[in-house]
């Protein structure tokens, strides 16, 4: 697949993605609610979770009105990750995405309830009950087996042995000194689970044969990992301007990463070999359609913001 594709690809994705946030998440919540939801989910962020999802769909040939939702639902779940996330018990940050994080705009506790709202609405989203949102997306096309095992792998990526309790082993490192295999292990549940299982609910939408299954969650693991480095990276290397958050803010507080662990050249060089352990899981996957894949993985180490 040539780059000019790709992009193309990648912009009428995005756009696809963007059509389904804006029917799902509600404008008539109440007392406020829905507009709070709409603000910390729509126009903003890179979409690379829904972009994972929906490239693996293809690579298997699975069932498109079953991965806009997968999409869709994990790009809600780190939406309402990063609504908790910068709240002042948290990370305590006041800026996401360019314009001021959820709770500077509408208070603490209408943040709270807006993340706990988006979080519920992830599973709504996979769990139909027919004729809502987009056309050709009701639940005719998610059979039941696959909307369970849809919500099980995003369930386990947020949850306790996922997400959340990576976010509880990064708060409980503040001013610690972890090693890289800590730090690697808090940032495999923090940020890699949710990202492997965009790759997996992906392919959990087709008919990936066990080894193919395998390889990608290989890939998943690799390219999880890699975007953390190059978070941590660009965190010391990029102003807030070009990021759309607060730079600096985690050498700042204290907080282990991969350039304070390993310094910054050789995080570069782990984030090119973790590229590579994810090109070579895609290799072994045998895929004939797996070239969005292989263009995402640079796209993760290759980024800027």
């Excluded at 829904?50 to 298997?60: E, G, H, I, K, N």
């Excluded at 495999?188 to 044969?209: E, F, I, N, P, Y």
Aim: glycine letters at 10%; proline letters at 5%.
């Amino acid at each position: 697949m040539k780059l000019a594709e790709f992009d193309a690809w990648m912009t009428l994705e995005v756009a696809r993605v963007e059509r389904a946030l804006e029917a799902w998440v509600p404008v008539d919540a109440p007392a406020g609610l829905g507009q709070a939801m709409r603000y910390g989910v729509l126009d903003g962020g890179k979409r690379v979770r829904p972009l994972l999802v929906l490239a693996a769909s293809q690579a298997v040939h699975g069932l498109p009105g079953a991965a806009l939702r997968a999409a869709c639902a994990v790009e809600l779940i780190h939406a309402y990750s990063l609504i908790h996330d910068d709240m002042p018990c948290m990370d305590n940050d006041v800026l996401r995405r360019g314009k001021p994080a959820v709770h500077v705009q509408f208070g603490e506790a209408q943040a709270m309830l807006a993340g706990d709202a988006i979080q519920a609405l992830a599973f709504d989203v996979l769990t139909p009950n027919g004729g809502d949102g987009e056309p050709g997306s009701d639940s005719q096309a998610v059979p039941p087996v696959l909307q369970a095992r849809l919500c099980g792998l995003l369930a386990r990526a947020a949850g306790h042995s996922g997400m959340a309790g990576g976010q509880a082993i990064d708060l409980a490192s503040i001013g610690l000194p972890l090693g890289e295999n800590a730090l690697r292990d808090m940032h495999h549940r923090k940020t890699g689970a949710l990202l492997q299982a965009s790759v997996l609910m992906g392919a959990a939408c087709g008919a990936a044969s066990p080894a193919q299954w395998a390889a990608l969650a290989d890939y998943g693991d690799a390219i999880g990992l890699a975007f953390q480095v190059v978070d941590d990276i660009l965190d010391v290397t990029h102003s807030s301007v070009t990021l759309g958050k607060t730079a600096g803010k985690d050498i700042d507080n204290h907080k282990p990463t991969y350039v304070t662990v390993l310094g910054l050249d050789a995080a570069r060089r782990h984030a090119n070999d973790l590229r590579d352990k994810a090109q070579a899981a895609l290799a072994r996957s045998e895929l004939p359609d797996a070239a969005r894949l292989s263009l995402l993985a640079d796209k993760v180490v290759e980024r800027d913001n």
